[in-house]
Structure formats: structure tokens, C-alpha cells
């Protein structure tokens, strides 16, 4: 038996679209990524079987689930954390909560390292004319989260190189990198920040959603009795 660092990790995000990714030693084994973002609860579970399948892993295989945590909308987000945790739960795993916007982060740095760029922002789709964003430092090709994550208009986010499909919609306020102005949180990247992090000790998180602002469903108030004379 492999000691449990070089076992294998399955990784879930779903807070822009559902993605599901088996890793291993610095690399990934099977990916599946959907170009849906509303379809989170169907697609989840079968590509969790699909993704095992291909990469010819079983669940006893598994040191353990990392799942996304956000920021991302409601529905999303909880869809995805759902899924890890029961499969966790049904596995016997302990199950990891890694912030997503350090997915894109993780090949951003790379990129930033090469074109000699040393801080640099990571921006994604808040829809509602806003973007979830956080501030990074490339250090050697490796990411440092300096700020954030926060939930923002386009305009209030540090001028800076971004990278991530927020950038991407609005190129007025912010200064997209091209080759990235498309990028969304990807649990290949997610299971491989995953790695890193239980390597390294830190930059593991509780599995929490960040949501970052309240959701839009209201709980409607008492509704008024009849013949009470309120108006």
C-alpha cells in the first residue's frame, strides 16, 4: 500500500461550471468540465463515475475529495459541496474546501512568472455587473493569495493584469490577459491546488461556501389576517 500522499484526489467545483477531476502526483489522471452553468445536481455524479472510470481509480483508491468553495453563486456552490460531501461521507474520506479562484491562479502564475508580471489579479462572472476577485503575487511561478476573495464592480478591483473570465467581460475596467480572458475555475487545477496545499501544510479552507453576498431569496413576512383594519 502507496503511502497516503502519493494516493490519488478527486477534485469538485462547481462554482461557475460543474467540473470534476481526478489527480495524482502533480498531475491530472481524468477530467470532465461542463459548458453549462445551471445544470450542476445532474451532471455531478456522473462525471464523478465517469472521471474514476477513465482514470482507472475506485473510490477505496482515494486519499480524499477537495471541493470548490467559492465564490460563486448559490446554486452552484451548493450543488457542488453537497456532492463532495456525501460522497466523502459514503466513501469514508475526509473532504477538503480549496478557494476556486486559486484554480485559475495556479497556471496564472506560471504565465505571470514568464512575462515577468509579479502581482496580478484573478477576476470571475458575480454576474449583477460584478466580478469575484482576488489580488495574487507570482513567486517563482507559484501563487501567493494577497487579498480576497471579494465580490466588487469591475471599476473597484486593483489595477492590475487579470486573468479569469470576469477580465474578459469587461476589458473597459479591467486589463484582461488574452490568453486567459475566458478562464473559469477548473477542478483539474482545484484537485492539483488541493495537492499543494496538504503538501505544504496551509492553504486548506473548511468547507464553507463563500457566497460573499446574501442571496436573493427572501423569506416573505407574516401575511396580514383579514378584517384587522391594516392597511
Given at each position: 500500500?502507496p503511502?497516503d500522499?502519493s494516493r490519488?484526489?478527486?477534485?469538485?467545483?462547481?462554482?461557475?461550471?460543474?467540473?470534476?477531476?481526478v489527480?495524482?502526483?502533480?498531475e491530472?489522471?481524468a477530467r470532465?468540465?461542463s459548458?453549462?452553468t445551471?445544470?450542476h445536481?445532474?451532471?455531478?455524479?456522473p462525471?464523478?463515475?465517469?472521471v474514476?472510470?477513465e482514470?482507472?481509480?475506485e473510490?477505496?483508491?482515494?486519499?480524499a475529495?477537495v471541493?470548490?468553495v467559492?465564490?460563486g453563486?448559490?446554486t452552484?456552490?451548493?450543488a457542488g459541496l453537497v456532492t463532495?460531501?456525501s460522497l466523502a461521507f459514503?466513501w469514508?474520506?475526509?473532504v477538503?474546501?480549496?478557494?476556486?479562484l486559486?484554480?485559475i491562479?495556479?497556471?496564472?502564475?506560471?504565465e505571470a512568472?514568464?512575462?515577468?508580471v509579479?502581482?496580478?489579479?484573478?477576476a470571475?462572472?458575480?454576474r449583477?455587473r460584478e466580478v469575484?476577485?482576488a489580488?495574487?503575487?507570482?513567486v517563482?511561478g507559484?501563487f501567493?493569495?494577497?487579498?480576497?476573495?471579494?465580490?466588487t464592480a469591475?471599476?473597484?478591483?486593483t489595477?492590475?493584469?487579470?486573468?479569469?473570465a470576469?477580465a474578459g467581460?469587461?476589458p473597459?475596467?479591467?486589463?484582461?490577459?488574452v490568453?486567459?480572458?475566458?478562464?473559469?475555475?477548473d477542478?483539474?487545477?482545484l484537485?492539483l491546488?488541493?495537492?499543494?496545499a496538504?503538501r505544504?501544510?496551509r492553504?486548506?479552507?473548511p468547507?464553507t461556501?463563500?457566497y460573499?453576498r446574501?442571496?436573493?431569496?427572501?423569506v416573505?413576512?407574516?401575511?396580514?389576517?383579514?378584517?384587522?383594519?391594516?392597511?
Amino acid at each position: 500500500m502507496p503511502d497516503d500522499s502519493s494516493r490519488p484526489l478527486l477534485a469538485i467545483d462547481a462554482s461557475a461550471t460543474a467540473s470534476v477531476a481526478v489527480v495524482q502526483g502533480g498531475e491530472v489522471l481524468a477530467r470532465y468540465a461542463s459548458t453549462e452553468t445551471n445544470t450542476h445536481a445532474e451532471v455531478l455524479t456522473p462525471a464523478v463515475r465517469r472521471v474514476l472510470e477513465e482514470a482507472n481509480v475506485e473510490p477505496g483508491d482515494l486519499r480524499a475529495v477537495v471541493a470548490g468553495v467559492g465564490p460563486g453563486p448559490f446554486t452552484g456552490l451548493r450543488a457542488g459541496l453537497v456532492t463532495a460531501r456525501s460522497l466523502a461521507f459514503v466513501w469514508g474520506l475526509q473532504v477538503h474546501g480549496v478557494m476556486s479562484l486559486d484554480a485559475i491562479a495556479l497556471p496564472a502564475a506560471v504565465e505571470a512568472f514568464r512575462a515577468g508580471v509579479e502581482e496580478f489579479v484573478v477576476a470571475t462572472d458575480a454576474r449583477r455587473r460584478e466580478v469575484y476577485w482576488a489580488h495574487y503575487a507570482s513567486v517563482g511561478g507559484q501563487f501567493q493569495r494577497l487579498h480576497g476573495p471579494f465580490v466588487t464592480a469591475p471599476a473597484e478591483v486593483t489595477p492590475l493584469p487579470a486573468y479569469g473570465a470576469g477580465a474578459g467581460l469587461y476589458p473597459d475596467a479591467l486589463a484582461a490577459v488574452v490568453e486567459f480572458s475566458t478562464a473559469v475555475p477548473d477542478a483539474g487545477s482545484l484537485g492539483l491546488v488541493g495537492e499543494l496545499a496538504l503538501r505544504r501544510g496551509r492553504g486548506i479552507l473548511p468547507v464553507t461556501p463563500l457566497y460573499l453576498r446574501e442571496s436573493d431569496a427572501k423569506v416573505p413576512g407574516p401575511r396580514k389576517r383579514a378584517g384587522t383594519g391594516e392597511r
